[in-house]
């Protein structure tokens, strides 16, 4: 596999005055195909919304103006991965973009075995069966949602060691995402068995939030006496060295894909969903150095998601995603990604709207309590923001509050997250400076508003995962 050419922008130059001076810096690509979108009317949208049972997960997305739904399988390829397409070895077995794949993870992950899946949540799901059994604790930095789904589906609880300061949208911590070392020693000495430790990178449901190099060092340690491993989410593990590199003394001359082989090395494996980070539309792994459940991985993969050598992805697939890994990890992709998030979160905070911060690496989180104070919970203020915003201007986002918290399993209770979030996440290579202008004005329309609407009531609910497809009225 040839390697992809990037040059290295430079952010600042020297001055004949010998004085250094910030330049401003621009994407590392440019468009060669574009997609059209459409306006749709306030009438439109109102239809295509109660359609939709207020739920933006229902709606079509030709009723959409700007997309900022997930950055989960919605990246645009570069002309180098769909090159890459027509390279697909297409054999049942030992394709040859699997050996690509194996590479590109080894060397960017160092991880020493590979098992593809279809995307994130089967390898979550073939981790959790083999290494969970019925009675287990799993202890994680925060909850995502299909994540605890298949921890709690083999027989684990989850229980949240990420600091209080990830629960708290105002703090500005700069790495929100770090394991509380007092609160994990207390489960790893307390629990009945604990399988291993879930350590993700960045912390999606705190916001997009950083751990910190110092803090996944100090967690191996500590798991390592206690003789459990630690298995990262990377799939934003990037954009978690990126922040690295940017905020954590003694890494701002090293690369970002330094920074990430460095990070990996304090864990024993991964799950990956290849359609964050990695640029692609579908693909994840699962990585392990241990041998013997590597082998596990290996029996059960062949059951669920296809044979060890594509699990779930097509030939042409794994090359893009291979691809993707090689782009991913360059600087310059990095600062333009990450950037671009910065850039519309700095919009919305100059305009005095309710955001968490940081802001994080792949999406700027609103604050639904702060844009509806005195709305209860069991209204569902981040459901009705997110219909709210799409009524406005077609932008779509994603609720991350008490609806995707879901319900306790014991008690049936709604669980109800201390964060009521909306999300605006954003895909990487797709979108310009001015969408994220129109989305940002759309955003201070509805935060000003003095109309504020009374909230939604759940008329549907799904068993598993509901916010996928639950259904609203509105009060
Ligand atoms: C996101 C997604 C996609 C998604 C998943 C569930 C509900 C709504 C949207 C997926 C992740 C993720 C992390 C940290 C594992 C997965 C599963 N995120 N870990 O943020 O963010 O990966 O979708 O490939 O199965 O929109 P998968």
Redesign the pocket.
Known sequence: MNSSPHPTPSGSVRTTGQQLRRRSWAEPWKIKMVEPIKVTTPQQREAALSAAGYNT?LLRSEDVYIDL?????TSAMSDWQWAGLMLGDEAYAGSKNYYHLEEAVRRHYGYKHLIPT???????HILSQIMIRPGDTVPGNMY????RYHQEHAGAQFVDVIIDEAHDPASPHAFKGDVDLAKLERVLKSAKRVPYVCL?A????AGGQPVSMRNARAVKELCARHGVPVMM?A??AVENAWFIKCREPGYSEKSCAQILLEFCSYTDGC?M????DALVN???WLSLNDDALADKARNLVVVYEGLHTYGGMAGRDMEAMARGIEESVQDDHMRARVGQVEYLGGLLQASGVPVVVPIGG??VYLDARRFYPGMPQDNFPAQTLAAELYLDGGVRA?ERGVV?AGRDKATGRHHYPKLELV?L?IPRRVYTQAHMDVVAESVVAVYENPSKPKGLRMVYEPEY?R??QARFELL
């Open positions: 997960f739904l997930t950055d989960s399988g279809h995307q994130g949540r089967g390898a979550e995502f949602t299909t994540t993700a960045t912390v999606n449901m989410d799939t934003r799950t969903s290849g359609k964050k579908i693909g994840g792949h999406a994603m995707s999300r996440t995962l916010f996928f």
